[in-house]
């Protein structure tokens, strides 16, 4: 089958185009202007282990492409360790990497009229910015995920990043040796690989193979395993059949095939980081996609598999339990997918997931039934009340109590909350808020995994609730409520909000209340004042100044 060339520029009209002249410098011949020009958006980096086993990923994916009868053509993309970044200022460039790297690829793919786009990724924001980037240049794409890390060890105990965050919580309330907080450090992350339970990263793989545009059972394989090079080679294959059919995330990306990406991730416990990407990629799509449809998928969709950070497994136990393949089967034969929704490959889902077994494997329990879920519906809950009227999201996995009424803590910053929780100044009870954190106040709206871990660690992860404009990561779990809308830099209610206020939590009746009534409110908000902003220049500025709200996901554009 033919393919309508989009590098039209060097090979249309006639032989001598000065076009070609810089690609014959490369190595071209001229046979080569009649196959497609294929990118490969590589986000290999030693920043961080996430991204430092991506190399050969790439280049098993260039000799695929390259047999399959494509020019592979390699250009480089950002990442930003959120790991590493974490409880820094520099935390406030994740989220802002993701509309870099969409750019990146859509720069690249445009400026060069690619034909088609394959785009190799690890560390969280490369995932939803990847897909950002392939759903704007809207040629034939698939994602080549890098794989989850392999599990630590430390005294018969499996580790993974997270388990150090909390060992700070631990060691610092003198729950924790220093030999076992050393040792859990060192042995936190022994391989490459991004995080290695359902956080953000390997949710939004495992979502992108719900949604199409990633190949089956590709997710959850350990980035150091050859199943994972031999899973990138095969992307190359697909990927230029998918250009010399047409097939383009626009054929894909439809509403039906975003609600599968979002009953995996309900399934899965996946990352609240989830709705605020799958709200941008909806968005780029043209796709109607709301906070409401989120917690209408919820309601109906059980979770189903018992994985970190707030269940027993990693990511690796997933597949070799089935992966999520398995996971999709369960909820075809349910009727909580769509299997009509057309993939990469050519194929739908339904006929994807037809050599499926109809049920897991025996002997393991990572994959529950349906019938016999950890909960009988999502844990990812939308709060509205007072003090989000625009919508806030909650993870509400893990926990003995969902409802929680307590005295406001207001913190504005996060280095401040982690002082008061480290010398013992939050107790039971405590709600605290931290603010100005949103995607314009932060800017860049940053993850509070250091704050959430410590208080995991010193034991209060069940009796402390934690409100933020901000966002959590998705090794976070206990009683904590992000991306609160509207943001305190744009006068919302977490604005008003005063220490010791009465703030109520209900994750089952879906409400975050500040109990102060009407009248004082009307007070309090006609004394407030916005503050300026923290950076006047550079990208954080322009990030601020074009950021949608976290209910809009936090898009530029």
């Not at 011949?29 to 282990?49: R, Y």
């Not at 709060?383 to 005295?407: D, H």
């Not at 009796?463 to 990561?473: C, E, I």
């Amino acid at each position: 089958m033919g393919f309508d060339h989009r590098s039209r520029a060097i090979t249309q009209g006639v032989d001598r185009s000065p076009n070609r002249a810089m690609y014959y410098a490369l190595g071209y011949e001229k046979a080569d202007f009649d196959k497609p020009m294929i990118g490969i958006a590589n986000g290999h980096s030693t920043i961080t282990p996430c991204n430092a086993g991506l190399q050969p990923l790439a280049d098993a994916a260039v000799e695929a492409i390259r047999s399959a009868g494509g020019n592979p053509q390699i250009f480089g993309t950002p990442t930003i360790s959120d790991g590493m970044a974490m409880g820094t200022e520099g935390m406030k460039y994740s989220l802002v990497s993701r509309e870099v790297i969409a750019d990146c690829i859509e720069t690249c793919v445009q400026g060069q009229w690619m034909d088609g786009v394959l785009v190799v990724g690890g560390c969280d924001k490369n995932l939803p910015g990847g897909m950002l980037g392939m759903i704007r240049a809207n040629v034939p794409s698939v994602y080549v995920y890098g794989g989850t890390i392999k599990p630590g060890r430390w005294k018969g105990q499996d580790l993974s990043v997270i388990s150090a965050f909390e060992a700070v919580g631990a060691f610092s309330a003198g729950r924790m040796s220093a030999e076992d907080f050393e040792g859990i450090e060192r042995n936190a992350c022994p391989t490459t690989g991004s995080c290695g339970g359902m956080y953000s990263a390997n949710t939004m793989s495992s979502s992108f193979e719900a949604l199409g545009l990633s190949l089956l059972g590709s997710s959850n394989m350990a980035n150091t395993d050859a199943e994972k090079h031999e899973s990138a080679a095969e992307s190359g294959r697909v990927l230029v059949a998918a250009v010399k059919a047409g097939i383009r995330p626009s054929d894909i990306i439809t509403r039906r095939a975003i609600e599968n990406a979002v009953a995996l991730v309900m399934a899965t416990g996946g990352s609240t980081n989830a709705v605020l990407h799958y709200l941008a990629i909806a968005h780029a799509a043209g796709v109607e996609w709301s906070l409401d449809d989120f917690e209408r998928v919820r309601r109906k969709v059980p979770v189903i598999c018992d994985l970190k950070p707030s269940g027993r497994y990693m990511a690796v136990d997933l597949h070799k339990a089935g992966g999520v393949p398995q996971v999709l089967k369960l909820l075809l034969k349910a009727g909580l997918v769509h299997g009509d929704c057309l993939t990469v490959t050519g194929r739908t889902l339904g006929e994807e997931l037809a050599a499926v077994p109809g049920t897991p494997p025996a002997g393991q329990d990572v994959i529950r039934p349906v019938g016999d879920p950890l909960y009988p519906e999502g844990h990812l809950a939308v709060l509205r009340g007072n003090l989000a009227e625009g919508g806030a999201v909650a993870k509400v996995s893990g926990l003995r109590s969902l409802a929680i009424t307590g005295p406001a803590r207001v913190f504005e910053d996060e280095q401040s909350a982690m002082a008061a929780i480290q010398s013992d100044r939050v107790k039971p009870g405590d709600v605290l808020v931290l603010r100005y954190l949103g995607p314009r106040g932060g800017p860049g709206m940053p993850e509070m995994l250091a704050p959430t871990s410590a208080l995991i660690g010193r034991g209060l992860g069940d009796s402390v609730a934690l409100v933020t404009d901000g966002r959590f990561s998705g090794g976070t779990w206990g009683m904590v409520v992000g991306h609160v809308t509207p943001e305190a830099f744009d006068g919302g209610t977490i604005a008003l909000v005063r220490d010791g206020d009465s703030i109520t939590i209900d994750g089952r009746r879906g409400v975050l209340r500040l109990d102060v009534d009407d009248s004082e409110l009307a007070s309090r908000r006609a004394a407030w004042r916005q503050p300026a902003p923290r950076y006047t220049r550079g990208v954080l500025a322009k990030y601020a100044q074009l950021a949608r709200s976290a209910s809009e996901g936090a898009v530029t554009g």
